[in-house]
């Protein structure tokens, strides 16, 4: 499976900022499909995931960003209102035909795309 991240760039605090995350090479509707970011000097953390009945969210963003699938384009998105400055990050997304939720254990990781959410 091969992933390919996108839509990632500066945005003001407030505002919104929709990423993406498209999948090849495997039938993407058979999926667990997450979303994690890594900040600078920080680990790696779980944002959101996505199986067949809805997202699951970090408390961190839960209701500010919202995930969501289009099988028809084998694509994940991660709609992110009101982003906030500590939102600042490498967002990636993963996949993985039995790993769902804050699992880091996703087999398969796309390249990253960069949010910087300024003040």
Same mark, same amino acid.
């Given at each position: 499976?091969?992933?390919?991240? &996108?839509?990632?760039?500066?945005?003001? =605090?407030?505002?919104?900022?929709?990423?993406?995350?498209?999948?090849?090479?495997?039938? #993407?509707?058979?999926? %667990?499909?997450?979303? %994690?970011?890594?900040?600078?000097? +920080?680990?790696?953390? %779980?944002?959101? &995931? /996505?199986?067949?009945?809805?997202?699951?969210?970090?408390?961190?963003?839960?209701?500010? %960003?919202?995930?969501?699938?289009?099988?028809? +384009?084998?694509?994940?998105?991660?709609?992110?209102?009101?982003?906030?400055?500590?939102?600042? =990050? /490498?967002? #990636?997304?993963?996949?993985?035909?039995?790993?769902?939720? &804050? &699992?880091?254990?996703?087999?398969?990781?796309?390249?990253?795309?960069?949010?910087?959410?300024?003040?």
């Amino acid at each position: 499976v091969q992933l390919q991240a &996108s839509g990632g760039g500066l945005v003001q =605090a407030g505002g919104s900022l929709r990423l993406s995350c498209a999948a090849s090479g495997r039938t #993407y509707s058979s999926l %667990f499909m997450g979303w %994690f970011r890594q900040a600078p000097g +920080k680990e790696r953390e %779980f944002v959101a &995931s /996505i199986g067949w009945s809805g997202g699951y969210y970090a408390d961190s963003v839960k209701g500010r %960003f919202t995930i969501s699938r289009d099988n028809a +384009k084998n694509t994940v998105y991660l709609q992110m209102n009101s982003p906030k400055p500590e939102d600042t =990050a /490498i967002y #990636y997304c993963a996949a993985d035909p039995n790993i769902r939720g &804050s &699992s880091d254990r996703y087999s398969y990781w796309g390249q990253g795309t960069l949010v910087t959410v300024s003040s």
